[in-house]
């Protein structure tokens, strides 16, 4: 069982560029999330989705896109990287759409330039 | 918005002592969660807590959901090394569809 998969690990991006960040979990949960995770911030819910085909966005969506084809895989897509976007991100993934008990993936580390 | 302020922001602490931090809001939340993230991996959930009042142990971890159902505590006895990391609180909005952290509480232990 490897439970959330993410990737890459780590990122250098310049300002401008697009990518896509992966996330994979293989304990058909329902619910998936991404958030982002900024010193003396905690971390802030960007979009959820509760099932495959249903995304919804979190507190600090703007410049993701994502997606739920299946409901395994949940990418978030940045659009054009900005320097603001340099953080670490986490995917999240819970057997409810009670998104209370939440596991989740090592991080990406992304860094734009 | 709802917003988990988490106190204090870090601690520097030595082998053996007790600790204890908290989390308040200015929302009522009816689940109050605390996750434990070690260095470079993602949090992992110590304790759930459903009930205003209800006090749960997890080892040398005890949480507290407190009687206003705007705070929580959270105390570690008898501190290890391996406690080091940062402990976030954490609660589901009303639909239950979206978790709202704490900035976390950060804490280093000195052997």
Redesign the interface.
Same mark, same amino acid.
């Given at each position: 069982n490897a439970g959330v998969t993410q990737t890459p690990k780590f990122q250098v991006l310049k300002t401008g560029q697009s990518m896509t960040l992966q996330c994979a979990q293989d304990m058909n949960h329902e619910y998936m999330s991404w958030y982002r995770q900024d010193p003396g911030m905690g971390l802030r819910l960007i979009h959820y989705s509760v099932g495959a085909g249903i995304t919804d966005q979190g507190e600090v969506p703007n410049g993701y896109n994502v997606s739920r084809s299946t409901t395994e895989d949940f990418p978030l897509r940045l659009l054009s990287a900005a320097p603001s976007q340099t953080s670490v991100y986490f995917c999240a993934s819970s057997y409810s759409p009670g998104a209370n008990v939440l596991t989740f993936g090592a991080g990406s580390r992304l860094t734009v330039l | %918005?709802q917003q988990?302020n +988490?106190s204090p +922001?870090s601690m520097f602490i030595q082998e053996g002592e007790d600790v204890s931090m908290n989390c308040t809001s200015s929302s009522i939340f009816n689940?109050w969660?605390w996750y434990k993230q070690d260095p %470079?991996?993602?949090?992992?959930?110590l304790i759930?807590l459903y009930k205003a009042g209800e006090l749960t142990s997890n080892g040398r971890l005890t949480a507290q959901f407190g009687i206003t159902r705007k705070d929580s505590f959270l105390n570690i006895s008898a501190s290890i090394p391996s406690d080091v990391g940062i402990y !976030?609180c954490a609660g589901?909005n009303n639909a #239950?569809?979206?978790?709202? !952290? %704490? %900035? #976390?509480t950060r804490l280093m232990v000195k052997p």
């Amino acid at each position: 069982n490897a439970g959330v998969t993410q990737t890459p690990k780590f990122q250098v991006l310049k300002t401008g560029q697009s990518m896509t960040l992966q996330c994979a979990q293989d304990m058909n949960h329902e619910y998936m999330s991404w958030y982002r995770q900024d010193p003396g911030m905690g971390l802030r819910l960007i979009h959820y989705s509760v099932g495959a085909g249903i995304t919804d966005q979190g507190e600090v969506p703007n410049g993701y896109n994502v997606s739920r084809s299946t409901t395994e895989d949940f990418p978030l897509r940045l659009l054009s990287a900005a320097p603001s976007q340099t953080s670490v991100y986490f995917c999240a993934s819970s057997y409810s759409p009670g998104a209370n008990v939440l596991t989740f993936g090592a991080g990406s580390r992304l860094t734009v330039l | %918005g709802q917003q988990l302020n +988490q106190s204090p +922001q870090s601690m520097f602490i030595q082998e053996g002592e007790d600790v204890s931090m908290n989390c308040t809001s200015s929302s009522i939340f009816n689940t109050w969660l605390w996750y434990k993230q070690d260095p %470079g991996e993602g949090p992992v959930l110590l304790i759930a807590l459903y009930k205003a009042g209800e006090l749960t142990s997890n080892g040398r971890l005890t949480a507290q959901f407190g009687i206003t159902r705007k705070d929580s505590f959270l105390n570690i006895s008898a501190s290890i090394p391996s406690d080091v990391g940062i402990y !976030f609180c954490a609660g589901p909005n009303n639909a #239950g569809n979206m978790l709202t !952290f %704490g %900035g #976390g509480t950060r804490l280093m232990v000195k052997p």
